[in-house]
């Protein structure tokens, strides 16, 4: 009897171990994974995103993560694509062209600020996956039913995606918190010595995001618009 009862004690750590496994399997799915995935990416950065850490979070083991997603490239995917979904702005059929790509455009900017750990990875991904080909074929359609060609609609999607993408980063990942010299210019040798940058450095400041990326998107919109084809 004292043998069985310890051996009873000593398999049940692998017994809840199964049991843990087999219950958080039962009740996981791809989104919830997904949406712990990117909670865990915002609260805690890219960098030290694991499926181990995922596990602990969801209250698994990381091989139950790997029932509904085949690797981490592929739970990878799952997060552009819901960085896609969030994207995504409902068009309404009195718009023109300019004001659906300009919903588009600030669409695409809420969502890289609302995810700033993951935006650097979205910025470089193919989007080749079936919902980010959805993506690029919609902002393209926009083009080709204001009418560009095939050609124009191709260049402007892609001098669009430069100012987005440049933007998104600037504001998520960009110069306030790249790489520094060692030996900075001083703002006292930039007030004495530098005077236009020194006029122009107020407005380089957060609170002036919203404004700058509007100007700039307003500008490339009409230069859009200025070159169509006669």
Not at 61 to 66: D, G, K, P, Q, R
Not at 98 to 118: D, V, Y
Not at 138 to 150: P, T
């Amino acid at each position: 009897m004292t043998r069985k009862a310890r051996a009873s004690r000593k398999a049940a750590p692998s017994q809840r171990k199964r049991r843990a496994a087999g219950d958080t399997g039962r009740g996981l799915s791809r989104e919830r994974i997904a949406a712990a995935a990117m909670t865990l990416v915002d609260r805690d950065g890219l960098a030290r995103f694991s499926t181990r850490r995922l596990g602990e979070e969801l209250g698994c083991e990381a091989m139950s993560i790997y029932h509904h997603f085949p690797s981490k490239a592929h739970l990878m995917d799952a997060l552009v694509d819901l960085m896609l979904a969030e994207a995504q702005v409902a068009m309404e059929p009195q718009w023109d062209w300019r004001e659906r790509l300009r919903r588009a455009a600030h669409g695409f900017r809420a969502m890289a600020l609302k995810h700033p750990a993951f935006f650097p990875f979205f910025a470089v991904h193919r989007l080749n996956t079936q919902a980010g080909v959805a993506y690029i074929d919609g902002i393209i359609g926009i083009l080709r039913d204001a009418g560009f060609s095939d050609r124009e609609a191709a260049i402007y999607f892609r001098e669009l995606g430069y100012y987005l993408t440049g933007a998104a980063l600037d504001e998520t990942a960009g110069y306030a918190s790249g790489p520094s010299s060692p030996e900075p210019v001083s703002n006292e040798t930039i007030v004495a010595s530098f005077k236009h940058l020194a006029a122009a450095a107020p407005f380089f400041r957060s609170a002036h995001f919203q404004a700058t990326f509007e100007t700039g998107l307003e500008i490339l919109l009409s230069g859009i618009e200025r070159s169509r084809s006669p």
